[in-house]
């Protein structure tokens, strides 16, 4: 499995929300039957962006079938320096069963944990312990956690 790295610019370029949109125009087509599903987490969604959590760690998407997708968006002199990502070589949200992993600080984990129960293609996952995800492990037919190392992942 490879891994696509997107960097969005964000506040003061634009505003958290705005950011969340840009991001659901780079993972699905208009039209999209996901678009509805990332809509509807799009405040709690803007409120991780807001704290910056998602400059810390990637939002995370994992698709069904391509490549997963790691998003960074970008804050202050960085974003204003930033550019719009570029288009992914494909839609990654096109096949039902995708799920998305979001950062976020453990001071806000339960309420966005409760916040996104009802919604099932969401997880959340501690900023400071980088990307671990249990839907991974379920995939897999595992036990235990997936742990993913950043060095190994930026290796050429």
Known sequence: MSVASRQV??????????TWNTIID????????ARADLA??????????AEEYTGEAPIVV??????????YTLHGAEAVEGEDPAALATWPLAESGWRISLPCGVDDLSEVRTALRPYPHFEVRDVTQGITTASAVA????????????AELERS
């Open 9 to 18: 610019p964000s506040v003061p370029v634009r505003t958290s929300a705005a």
């Open 26 to 33: 780079l993972l699905t087509p208009p039209g999209a039957s």
């Open 40 to 49: 509807a987490v799009t405040s709690t969604v803007a409120m991780l962006i």
């Open 62 to 71: 994992m698709p069904v079938v391509g490549d997963r997708v790691r998003i």
């Open 139 to 150: 995939q897999q037919g595992t036990s235990g956690r997936v742990a993913i190392d950043y």
